[in-house]
């Protein structure tokens, strides 16, 4: 089975772009969730999807949104970059939303905002 | 607020021996408990968990303990090797009230195994 794919792996921007983010999750996993991870404050959540609704969502401006299709697939978009949105965006997949289950990883998007 | 903390942010053990990474938390909604590895440039692997309804996990070398009372987890490699060398993050999932996906992390407790 197939892990978690986050494209692109790299990303350089300039401040003001705005950056969309792809995540494909384990087949047959529905839910989704981004975290955001930066040396000065671990791994953040951002929000969750699950069958194209989302269900949770961190503290984040409104500069960050993200949607789901109806295979799963899951982007997430950055308007307005700032210098500070640089960091290791990572994508998680759960075959179910809630319950004691562990979520898988992808190996993440790195993102530099200069 | 950091609802779930790793207070070392680092850890040096050798080769062999035991190695116990800490994770406290304050929130008492918390019901699930997890413990991820991280390599550099990789997003982090899945190691153990643990319901609040056990006080204790274990998997090979990895074996996890709750104290609910105390708002404290533990996660117990024995014997450590150095390949175990890693950041460790703990997170922790309340499950109850619909709240779905969301794992609060800690901060990370790099573990370094000596040969």
């Known amino acids: 089975k197939a892990g978690v794919t986050q494209t692109p792996r790299y990303l350089i921007k300039t401040r003001g772009q705005q950056v969309t983010l792809s995540c494909s999750p384990i087949?047959?996993?529905?839910?989704v969730s981004w975290y955001q991870q930066t040396p000065g404050q671990g791994l953040q959540f951002l929000f969750e999807y699950f069958s194209e609704t989302q269900r949770n969502k961190g503290n984040f401006p409104g500069r960050f949104s993200g949607r789901q299709f109806s295979n799963s697939r899951s982007e997430m978009n950055v308007s307005t970059l700032e210098l500070g949105d640089s960091a290791l965006y990572l994508c998680?997949?759960?075959?179910?939303?809630?319950?004691?289950?562990?979520?898988?990883f992808g190996q993440g998007t790195r993102l530099t905002v200069v | 607020d950091q609802q779930v903390k790793q207070n070392s942010p680092s850890l040096s053990v050798q080769e062999g021996r035991i190695s116990i990474l800490n994770c406290d938390y304050t929130n008492s909604m918390f019901d699930y408990f997890l413990w991820y590895k991280k390599y550099p440039a990789e997003g982090p692997t899945f190691l153990i968990s643990?319901?609040?309804?056990?006080d204790k996990n274990e998997d090979g070398r990895f074996t996890v303990f709750l104290n609910k009372s105390a708002k404290h987890l533990s996660l117990h490699i024995v014997p450590s090797q150095p390949g175990d060398s890693a950041v460790y993050f703990c997170?922790?999932?309340?499950?109850?009230?619909?709240?779905?996906?969301?794992?609060?992390f800690g901060q990370g407790t790099t573990l370094q195994v000596k040969p």
């Open positions: 087949s047959g996993h529905r839910s």
């Open positions: 643990i319901s609040s309804i056990k």
């Open positions: 998680a997949s759960s075959p179910i939303t809630g319950g004691n289950t562990e979520a898988f």
């Open positions: 997170a922790a999932s309340p499950t109850l009230s619909g709240n779905t996906g969301k794992l609060i």
